[in-house]
């Protein structure tokens, strides 16, 4: 099992960055891909970026492509998520999550999840 832990969050101004990292215990990424979710009040939680399951091939929500930025240290331990570019809209609860399926984009598909980090986006 591993165990998730984000950690970046903040409030930031319209076209600020953050980044935010994931951090593991247990296991690591080695043995699971990595995603982020998001969710906002009132709405569903939402796939924002994830690692193929060999973990060369990233993938990216259209809203958020060209401006996040999904990565991972080499050992695994601990994961990324680049933010640029920021607009109000992005403002959400933003989860890591791991999954051993090849399955990126439903929430379902994976099994660990961090307790969230909230991100808040002035305009």
């Known amino acids: 099992q591993v165990q998730l832990v984000e950690s970046g969050g903040g409030l930031v101004q319209a076209g600020g960055s953050l980044r935010l990292s994931c951090a593991t215990s247990g296991r690591t990424f080695s043995y699971y891909a990595m995603g982020w979710f998001r969710q906002s009040p009132g709405k569903e939680r939402e796939f924002v970026a994830a690692?193929?399951?060999?973990?060369?091939?990233?993938y990216y929500a259209d809203s958020v492509k060209d401006r996040f930025t999904i990565s991972r240290d080499n050992a695994g331990n601990t994961g990324y998520l680049q933010m640029n570019s920021l607009h109000p809209e992005d403002t959400a609860v933003y989860y890591c999550a791991a999954r051993t399926s090849y399955r990126r984009y439903d929430a379902l598909n994976y099994a660990y999840w961090g307790q969230g980090t909230q991100v808040t986006v002035s305009s």
């Open positions: 690692f193929s399951w060999s973990g060369s091939s990233t």
